[in-house]
């Protein structure tokens, strides 16, 4: 399999590590950039390029955020493999890969992997959360629910992770912003990327995402319709905020909810060590 360092902005977005914030990390001008053209996907993400606290950086091309891969055409499964990606860990639901399944399983020059995060069976209580107004407070009570009851699974995707050869990895669900964002924010968290820069990578989805609603709904208009907009209705960063509250609350942060879960610090060290530099 041969790998390149080529990397293309899908769409017009300026070639940035990261298109908004204020935060430095989020504009620094690099020679890389923050997401991928990839044919038959909206919203391949790759989580290089970030400050961490200790002055580390984090490694381009080692961490793929992405939505589903399903509609990948064959040119888009060979941007995937020519830029180096090695594992692939798919978070969606079972009937997911029934009636879209992969193109990627049973593709020798990946290893591919099934972690069904939200599960098959509803989550308990979802019913209470329903009934939370708020759309963005109900999205991030959801992400608190899924850690809860899915702990095994977040124990079965960081272990990947940490084993040896478990990068470079790219991590999807359906739309690549409720699970894959989940798991993108761990991985952040562990390399010790600031909270508020972890919290608008998990809102940029938006920024990406909306093509694909206005796609799906061509009478919508751009202009009155923005991907701010989509952003307030789909991926707020509020609901990031309310997840990590409850880790920290709950467990002291992450490092405490993935012990929690089984993984030691070694298996922590090892993902900090792969994807810093």
Known sequence: MTTSNKRKVEGTPEKTALITGSDPSMTKQTEHARALDVEGAYNVR????????????????????????????????????????????????????QFKPSPFIGNEAVTYYHQNMAGDVDLEGREVIDGIE??????????????????HILHQTFSVLSSPGGFPVLVHCNAGKDRAGISAAFVLDICGVPRETIIEDYGLTARYLVRRYYEENP????????????????CHPHSMQITLDHVDRMYGGVAGYLRDTGITDDQLAAIKEAMTE
């Open 46 to 97: 790759d989580l290089g390029g970030y400050e961490t606290r200790d002055g580390r950086m984090t490694r381009w091309g080692q961490y793929l955020r992405a939505d589903t891969l399903a509609n990948l055409s064959p040119a888009g499964v060979n941007t995937l493999l020519e830029y180096g990606i090695q594992n692939i860990i798919d978070l969606r639901r079972s009937s997911d890969l």
């Open 134 to 151: 708020d759309s963005a407070e109900r999205r991030g009570r959801v992400y608190c629910y899924i850690l809860e009851q899915r702990k």
């Open 219 to 234: 009478d919508v208009n751009p202009d009155e319709y923005t991907w701010r907009d989509f952003q307030n209705d789909a």
